[in-house]
């Protein structure tokens, strides 16, 4: 029978989730904390456990090491640089994870970040809570020109947000998307161009050693000194 150690607080804090993984495995255990797990600790709580499920937690080769029952790891939302891949393939332990099964609120959520920082609520919300009082000028998001850096799931999935602002949207993505492309207006550009062009630039793009350091200072220097830059990139 086998055992399972859910480590993610974010899953543990959910009853629902919790009941139905229950429901299969009624032996599993919870990482009930309101921290992540790390290092000895991590692997303590894993140890006995041939699965566990994953948040954001650091397993590295040497969790791996100390834990050798450990044959599967399911990790939740979009990001595997917690995770040494190449440690997991050596050592025979599989990986689970659903590409894209949080697009849309990875996506909601950067509208809402665009949207504030465009008319620089967050600003404004913190000097008015310390007292003071000054009018920012803020701009709308419609019919501005939106840079989309990395079109999968989640950036796709931006598009369709976008769609009532009736902005000009620029993509860049190493693997092209021509027919998502066509039939919502999109343009595809350098990185370079992009960055010189928009008003607002969003990344969502795995982290790995072609995306690290992407947005460096000579790209930062291309942008528009008003320009928005949102970083979802995991």
């Known amino acids: 029978m086998s055992r399972i150690a859910v480590c993610a607080p974010h899953f543990t804090r959910v009853p629902q989730l ?34 566990a499920v994953a948040g954001t937690e650091l ?16 990790k939740i939302g979009v990001g595997l640089d917690s995770l040494d891949l190449d440690a997991m393939i050596r050592r025979g332990v599989l990986l689970g994870w659903t590409p894209g099964v949080n697009k849309r609120s990875v996506a909601e959520l950067t509208l809402a970040y665009i949207l504030l920082a465009l008319r620089k609520a967050e600003v404004v919300n913190h000097e008015m809570r310390a007292g003071t009082w000054r009018r920012q000028i803020g701009h709308t998001l419609t019919g501005k020109t ?65 995306s690290r350091n992407l947005i460096g200072p000579r790209q930062l220097g291309l942008m528009k000194p008003a320009a928005v830059l949102v970083n979802l990139a995991r």
Do not use: S
């Open 146 to 210: 939106v840079g989309i850096v990395g079109c999968g799931h989640i950036g796709q999935e931006v598009v369709e947000l976008l769609a009532p602002f009736r902005c000009r949207l620029l993509v860049n993505d190493p693997r092209a998307y021509p027919e998502f492309y066509a039939a919502h207006g999109m343009t595809a550009v350098g990185l370079d161009d992009l960055l010189a062009e928009a008003d607002v630039v969003t990344l969502h793009l795995p982290l790995n050693a072609t």
């Open 59 to 74: 397993f590295t080769d040497a969790v791996f090491a100390a834990v050798p029952e450990l044959r599967l790891v399911a």
């Open 18 to 51: 919790r009941d139905e993984l229950l429901a299969v495995y009624p032996d599993a255990d919870f990482n009930d904390g309101l921290r992540d797990l790390a290092g000895d600790e991590l692997i303590a709580f894993l140890r006995g456990h041939d699965r």
